[in-house]
C-alpha cells in the first residue's frame, strides 16, 4: 500500500494535488475538510457540531476528527493506499492515523509539505473565496486564525514525521504540473 499524508497550510493546494494523484497512484483521497462540509450539507449533529468549529477557522476536536476518519478508512477496506488531504493537524491525529495503519498491517509512506509563503496563501485563499462558497474563505480574519492555528497546531507535526525519516519538504509555488512533478518524484523515492 501508499500512503501518503499531504501536508501543508490552508490554500497550500493540498486538495488539487490529491485530485492528481489520486489518479495517477489510484488511492483513495480522504479530505477530512470534505467530510465535514458534506455533513453540514446533510445537516447532521457531526456537521452542525463542526460547522461551529469551521466557522471560526479553529479545529474540530480531536475526538470527533479521528472517529470521522477511522470510519472512513474502515470503507475503504480495498484500497490500494490513501492519501490523507487535513489530516492530521494534531499530534494525537497523527498518533491515532500511525495506529490505524498499524492495525491494518500498513503504514504512512510519506509526508509531503507543501510548502507557500504566508502573502501568497492569503492571496489564494480570498480568490478561492470567491467562488468556494466557502465561509472561512471569504474573511481575511477567518483565514489569519486558520493560518495561526496551522503554525501552532499543525506546523509541528513535520517533526513527527521527519524523526521517522518521512518528510519530503516541496516548493508549492509553480504551475499546477511541475508542483505534481515535484510531488510524484518525492513519491516514488519514499514508496
Ligand atoms: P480544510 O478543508 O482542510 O481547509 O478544512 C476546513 C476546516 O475543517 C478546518 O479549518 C477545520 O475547522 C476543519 N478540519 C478539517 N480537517 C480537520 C482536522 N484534521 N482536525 C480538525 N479540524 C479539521
Do not use: W
Request: glycine share 8%; hydrophobic share 35%.
Amino acid at each position: 500500500m501508499i500512503n501518503i499524508v499531504i501536508f501543508g497550510p490552508p490554500g497550500a493546494g493540498k486538495g488539487t494535488q490529491s485530485e492528481k494523484l489520486l489518479a495517477q497512484y489510484n488511492l483513495v483521497h480522504i479530505s477530512t475538510g470534505d467530510l465535514f462540509r458534506a455533513h453540514i450539507k446533510n445537516a447532521t449533529a457531526l456537521g452542525v457540531e463542526a460547522k461551529s468549529y469551521m466557522d471560526k477557522g479553529e479545529l474540530v476536536p480531536d475526538s470527533v476528527t479521528i472517529g470521522m476518519l477511522k470510519a472512513k478508512v474502515q470503507e475503504n477496506p480495498e484500497a490500494n493506499g490513501f492519501i490523507f488531504d487535513g489530516f492530521p493537524r494534531t499530534t494525537p491525529q497523527a498518533e491515532a492515523l500511525d495506529q490505524l495503519l498499524t492495525s491494518l498491517n500498513t503504514s504512512i509512506s510519506a509526508c509531503l509539505s507543501l510548502q507557500v509563503p504566508d502573502e501568497e496563501l492569503v492571496k489564494r485563499l480570498l480568490e478561492r473565496g470567491k467562488t468556494s462558497g466557502r465561509p472561512d474563505d471569504a474573511n481575511e480574519e477567518v483565514i489569519k486564525n486558520r493560518l495561526a492555528v496551522y503554525m501552532r497546531e499543525t506546523n509541528p507535526l513535520k517533526e513527527y514525521y521527519a524523526t521517522q525519516n518521512k518528510l519530503a519538504e516541496i516548493h508549492g509555488v509553480g504551475t499546477i504540473e511541475e508542483i505534481f512533478g515535484r510531488l510524484c518524484e518525492a513519491i516514488d523515492k519514499h514508496a
